[in-house]
């Protein structure tokens, strides 16, 4: 029955799109940042050019300077959405110097963009994307919708999907040669359950194994729990131009 179930929403994914579709990240930020920056520059033009609040302020002024960074950074935002992703896609999955034999592990792997990305590196390896497919993160996120871009993207048979939380992964110890992650853990906002997914992702990463962990802020953090725990860590930040907010890459290797 499940199977039918899924085969059903694979199809009607199928008819919406003919091309893969990785959806907005965070659209509620991208709504609001939009939102509050246009309605600034807006009431710009009806309220009074200056305002008596102890001191003379220039609100009109003030109004369309703020309005102008929020608009601004909703732009930025967007083009991270359409071409800046990609771009740090191939920035992380270049960290690593691929055989085609790995397992690898995405956590939190939305719509498949990182996950495809890894499973066209592989040869006789396998990927599997672990997600909860949450709507607020990334829209029009769905397991159907995942399976569907895989099929386009041609790997569908080098990739698996399992919904579990990242903080109690189903998979044996030392199962990965990678593990990736993108714009996921900071989601997880109970700092001991955030803990949690670190330490499950050192548990099923390999000896010789490598994790690159990507995310614009709490980098310090994952970087602070993966060398308690004996890992080798780097960071190293991605691109200025065409990721906001800029994001950060976690690198860190599980000694052998």
């Known amino acids: 029955m499940a199977d039918r179930i899924r085969a059903s929403e694979v199809t009607m994914a199928t008819q919406q799109s003919s091309k893969p579709n990785y959806g907005v990240d965070a659209p509620g930020v991208l709504r609001n940042l939009f939102l509050v920056g246009g309605g600034a520059l807006l009431l710009s033009f009806f309220v009074p050019h200056t305002v008596h609040l102890g001191a003379v302020v220039d609100f009109r002024s003030s109004l369309r300077w703020t309005g102008g960074w929020f608009v601004f950074s909703s732009a930025l935002f967007l083009l991270y959405v359409k071409y800046g992703k990609f771009q740090h896609r191939d920035f992380m999955l270049s960290l690593y110097n691929w055989r085609g034999n790995e397992q690898v592990l995405d956590v939190g792997c939305g ?20 997600d909860i497919w949450s709507n607020v993160d990334m829209g029009g996120n769905s397991e159907a919708a995942t399976l569907h871009n895989l099929q386009l993207e041609g790997v569908s048979q080098r990739c698996s999907l399992v919904s579990e939380d990242a903080q109690q992964m189903p998979f044996p110890d030392d199962s990965f040669d990678v593990v990736v992650s993108n714009l996921c853990l900071h989601n997880i906002y109970d700092r001991s359950a955030r803990l949690r997914a670190l330490h499950q992702i050192v548990r099923v990463l390999k000896p010789g194994g490598i994790a690159l962990i990507s995310d614009y802020k709490l980098t310090g953090e994952y970087a602070a729990e993966f060398t308690d725990a004996g890992l080798i860590v780097q960071r190293r930040w991605g691109s200025i131009l065409t990721t906001f907010p800029p994001l950060r890459v976690v690198i860190a290797r599980k000694p052998v």
């Open 111 to 130: 719509r498949g963009l990182l996950l495809a990305g890894a499973a066209k590196h592989l040869t006789t390896g396998h990927a599997t994307g672990l």
